[in-house]
């Protein structure tokens, strides 16, 4: 699913396409942020002695998704554009109609 995602943000970034561009970085944004561990609850305050050195000596730990908690991810993001999209119809149709473009690009990815 994120490789699916780059690569349509790629193919966006060449048409020059600037709301699907922001609608496919936002959804990976999401991904990542999903497979970001929790920090534990005994973690350092900043102390010198437990800063850690070298290469990728500070690199976190990610966790992996499955392919369905991927999909929910992205569904989220789908229904609350859809959400603000409907909240908006009568009030400013236009910001509707351009929610509910990058909600259908978003069920593109998930349809493939």
């Given at each position: 699913?994120?490789?699916?995602?780059?690569?349509?943000?790629?193919?966006?970034?060449?048409?020059?396409?600037?709301?699907?561009?922001?609608?496919?970085?936002?959804?990976?944004?999401?991904?990542?942020?999903?497979?970001?561990?929790?920090?534990?609850?005994?973690?350092?305050?900043?102390?010198?002695?437990a800063i850690a050195l070298g290469v990728g000596q500070s690199e976190a730990e990610r966790r992996i998704l499955t392919e369905p908690?991927?999909?929910?991810?992205?569904?989220?993001?789908?229904?609350?554009?859809?959400?603000?999209?409907?909240?908006?119809?009568?009030?400013?149709?236009?910001?509707?109609?351009?929610?509910?473009?990058?909600?259908?690009?978003?069920?593109?990815?998930?349809?493939?």
């Open positions: 699913m994120p490789a699916v995602l780059q690569s349509a943000l790629v193919a966006a970034m060449k048409r020059r396409d600037r709301a699907a561009v922001s609608v496919y970085r936002t959804a990976l944004a999401a991904i990542s942020n999903a497979e970001a561990v929790p920090l534990e609850d005994g973690s350092s305050t900043g102390a010198l002695e908690q991927l999909i929910e991810i992205v569904r989220r993001e789908i229904a609350e554009r859809q959400s603000a999209a409907d909240s908006m119809a009568n009030t400013r149709p236009d910001v509707a109609r351009q929610l509910q473009y990058e909600a259908s690009l978003l069920a593109e990815i998930i349809d493939d």
